[in-house]
Nanobody, 125 residues
Framework: QLQFVESGGALVQPGGSLRLSCAAS????????IGWFRQAPGKEHEGVSC????????YYADSVKGRFTISRDNAKNTVYLEMNSLKREDTAVYYC??????????????????WGQGTQVTVSS
């Protein structure tokens, strides 16, 4: 069974940090571009960050540059999103996705082959 499971979402105060994880089962991630996306109520879907299969190319949305870091561990079939200096506007459901597409194509469109159900991140005092 193909599955993509996110974890690590939580309630955190502004300025805090979280690390999201996304573990794949039933398929291997090493040949896919992987991305993190978010959807907040009343806001447009946003590609937060994507990383190529070879890790030589990454994309970050302007809204998270310098604060978020994407990484992958192909041996563990897992992708991570380290989030620092969190802001209230980072509140959203975050989900991961994978696909055989270039980094910017993944992050700036809805192209994807596999995706998870998401994990809630709430930034509030």
């Amino acid at each position: 069974q193909l599955q993509f499971v996110e974890s690590g979402g939580a309630l955190v105060q502004p300025g805090g940090s979280l690390r999201l994880s996304c573990a794949a089962s039933g398929f291997t991630l090493d040949s896919y571009t992987i991305g993190w996306f978010r959807q907040a109520p009343g806001k447009e879907h946003e590609g937060v960050s994507c990383i190529s299969s070879s890790e030589d190319s990454t994309y970050y949305a302007d809204s998270v540059k310098g604060r978020f870091t994407i990484s992958r561990d192909n041996a563990k079939n897992t992708v991570y999103l380290e989030m620092n200096s969190l802001k209230r506007e980072d509140t959203a459901v975050y989900y991961c996705a994978a696909g055989p597409f270039p980094v910017q194509a993944m992050c700036l469109t809805t192209l994807r082959r596999y995706w998870g159900q998401g994990t809630q991140v709430t930034v509030s005092s």
